[in-house]
């Protein structure tokens, strides 16, 4: 009786989220105000120019005592609080074309997962956090967000973790994912090499975070739905013993 349970739950959870996501995909596609796909982008993308046409990342009202944080509907875009180094991956978008910031971290994901192999139980839970309004709201704005649980997923997979989260320091915990394997810091030397031809912007960025206000350290709450599902890879490839030919490891064989 606990054997079928333990394989038919996991079944009819991940039918339930298939149904819940259909449902809100039809929602979302029948609702959806125009220019509010991937408004997030399109102010990243605002910001990526100015600062290639040398008016600074950061808005002017950023850099001038307290502030109260605005989101994408802002009449002058989204106030941004990421360190300068997403620029590396904001600037190339500022001529692809938008599908791709959606297309990119979306293979990134599907590669990790063929790779890991999820579980039924980890599949469950991996869709019962992505049908959550935070982690499909995420998405339909085009959040920087998505990009860093595509990297974090993959990263589970070959093993750098959680390394690039960095490029959100109010998500820190989920930094930490890997941080004792080798990888992790090379990705982590990697990132602050990139942020090197940036430093003027980054001696800008402790006053951008420490002037904010209207969020605080819960203005990053949102993600953390999106970003717990590589964590809940992680914490479920600690806990059984995957294949070594699925994971890319510092270990090498007989790990």
Avoid at 39 to 65: I, N
Avoid at 97 to 123: G, K, V
Avoid at 135 to 158: D, E, H, K, Q
Avoid at 205 to 217: A, K, T
Wanted: aromatic residues 12%.
């Amino acid at each position: 009786m606990m054997e079928r349970l333990r394989r038919d739950v996991p079944i009819f959870g991940i039918g339930l989220c298939l149904v819940a996501l259909a449902y809100a995909a039809i929602t979302i596609a029948g609702t959806l105000q125009p220019g509010a796909l991937g408004v997030d982008l399109h102010s990243y993308q605002d910001a990526a120019r100015s600062w290639l046409a040398g008016d600074g990342f950061y808005h002017a009202r950023q850099l001038v005592g307290p502030y109260q944080i605005v989101g994408a509907e802002s009449p002058t875009s989204a106030d941004v609080l990421y360190p300068p180094t997403l620029l590396w991956l904001l600037v190339p978008f500022t001529v692809l074309p938008d599908l791709l910031w959606w297309a990119i971290p979306t293979a990134m994901s599907a590669w990790a997962l063929w790779l890991i192999r999820p579980s039924r139980w980890l599949w469950f839970g991996i869709l019962a956090l992505l049908v959550l309004p935070p982690s499909l709201s995420i998405i339909v704005r085009g959040n920087p967000a998505m990009w860093l649980a595509a990297f974090t997923l993959l990263g589970v997979a070959y093993g750098w973790g959680g390394a690039f989260v960095l490029l959100k320091p109010s998500l820190l915990p989920f930094a930490l994912i890997g941080v004792t394997g080798r990888k992790w810091w090379l990705v982590a030397g990697l990132l602050a090499a990139l942020t090197l031809p940036l430093l003027p912007l980054l001696s800008q960025y402790p006053q951008v975070v420490l002037d904010s206000r209207g969020g605080g350290l819960l203005y990053s709450l949102g993600d953390v739905p999106l970003l717990s599902i590589p964590a809940l890879a992680w914490i479920s490839s600690r806990s059984r013993n995957w294949p070594c030919r699925l994971l890319v490891s510092a270990s090498g064989p007989g790990c």
